[in-house]
């Protein structure tokens, strides 16, 4: 069964700290999507990456980095140099094929205070 | 312009009523999603039709009945509203699977409250 574990409810950092998300999953396909997405106080959820199963590389976006280890079943997010504007729920998600479509689960998210 | 819209963004009625939401893509999606997410942030997938088809399910209660009368569309119609149906409904669309299309990409959120 899907599961999807986001150990860290609440983070608090000053700005320019860096700071670490954690996501493990759970899954028995082999063919499998992680995700991160973002939500603002605003209340939309912003799509930040996407991850398939196959491809183990990390990757860097700006400040923003992912890293994803299939032996610890892991898709961690860092951000670096943290910004006020950084300040917003996290979830984590996974997706496996599904009849004529993929089921997403999400984590419990990860709420990230950046103090000025 | 906007990609996945929703309607109305806020809506407040009393327990026992009947509403709808309304989702509509332009992306030329073929999959579409209906989600909850309570006071607690916790996001819980309903539906998910693809090209017009349902074919997630999710255990909800029958009071909620999904709509879509094209790809482009779908709804989801509340019968006899109860207190715990206060939540913020996302939709959202994804393209067939395959064909990159495993993201799915959110609207705004509506925002139910239940009196």
């Known amino acids: 069964a899907q599961k999807v574990t986001q150990a860290q409810t609440e983070i608090s950092v000053v700005e320019k700290e860096d700071v670490t998300l954690d996501c493990v999953y759970e899954?028995?396909?082999?063919?499998?999507?992680l995700f991160w997405y973002k939500q603002p106080p605003s209340g939309e959820l912003v799509f930040l990456i996407r991850?398939?199963?196959?491809?183990?590389q990390n990757e860097i976006s700006g400040r923003y980095s992912w890293n994803f280890q299939k032996s610890t079943s892991s898709f961690n997010f860092t951000i670096t140099a943290s910004q006020v504007v950084d300040s917003a729920v996290y979830f984590c998600?996974?997706?496996?094929?599904?009849?004529?479509?993929?089921?997403?689960?999400f984590g419990a998210g990860t709420r990230l205070f950046v103090k000025a | 312009d906007t990609a996945v819209s929703q309607t109305p963004k806020y809506l407040v009625t009393q327990m026992g009523n009947d509403k709808s939401i309304k989702c509509e893509q332009n992306?030329?999606?073929?999959?579409m999603y209906w989600y909850k997410q309570d006071s607690k942030k916790f996001l819980k997938i309903m539906f998910s039709?693809?090209?017009?088809?349902?074919?997630i399910n999710e255990t909800v209660p029958n009071r909620f009945s999904p709509k879509s009368p094209d790809k482009a569309h779908l709804n989801l119609h509340i019968n006899s509203l109860e207190l715990g149906d206060s939540a913020v409904y996302f939709c959202?669309?994804?393209?067939?699977?395959?064909?990159?299309?495993?993201?799915?990409?959110f609207g705004p959120g509506t925002r139910l409250l239940v009196l």
């Open positions: 899954t028995r396909d082999t063919t499998y999507y």
């Open positions: 998600a996974l997706s496996e094929s599904n009849t004529g479509g993929f089921k997403t689960i």
């Open positions: 039709y693809n090209n017009k088809e349902l074919i």
């Open positions: 959202a669309s994804s393209q067939k699977p395959g064909v990159g299309g495993e993201t799915q990409y």
């Open positions: 991850r398939n199963s196959f491809d183990e």
């Open positions: 992306l030329g999606h073929d999959t």
